[in-house]
């Protein structure tokens, strides 16, 4: 089993930066793909990126690749998200999910059982 919490987010201005981090506990860490979703109010919840248990690969959305990097330290049992250019429509509350297998997750899977409790994200124009 494994713990997350997130934090990090906050109001930032569009074209500018932030950087969201992922806690895990309570079991081995590196031994799970992690993957970042977000939702907007009334929205579904949507599948941002995902990174394998080295950190070696990693898989964006079309509408973040080149703006967000998603990184991990095993050491530290931490993941991040840095967001780079944020647009208002990046604007959502923010989870980091934990899973066996690394590939673009579904809310659904049943393999990515753990979840955060989110971190709000608002960018303004």
């Known amino acids: 089993q494994v713990q997350l919490v997130e934090s990090g987010g906050g109001l930032v201005q569009a074209g500018g930066s932030l950087t969201l981090s992922c806690a895990a506990s309570g079991s081995m860490f590196n031994n799970y793909a992690v993957a970042w979703f977000r939702q907007a109010p009334g929205k579904e919840r949507q599948f941002v990126t995902v990174?394998?248990?080295?950190?070696?690969?990693?898989h964006y959305v079309d509408a973040v690749k080149g703006r967000f990097t998603m990184s991990r330290d095993n050491t530290k049992n931490m993941v991040y998200l840095q967001m780079n250019s944020v647009e208002p429509e990046d604007t959502a509350r923010y989870y980091c999910?934990?899973?066996?297998?690394?590939?673009?997750?579904?809310?659904?899977?049943?393999?990515?059982?753990?979840w955060g409790q989110g971190t709000q994200v608002t960018v303004s124009s």
């Open positions: 990174i394998s248990r080295s950190g070696l690969a990693t």
């Open positions: 999910t934990a899973g066996s297998n690394f590939r673009i997750v579904r809310v659904t899977d049943n393999d990515y059982p753990y």
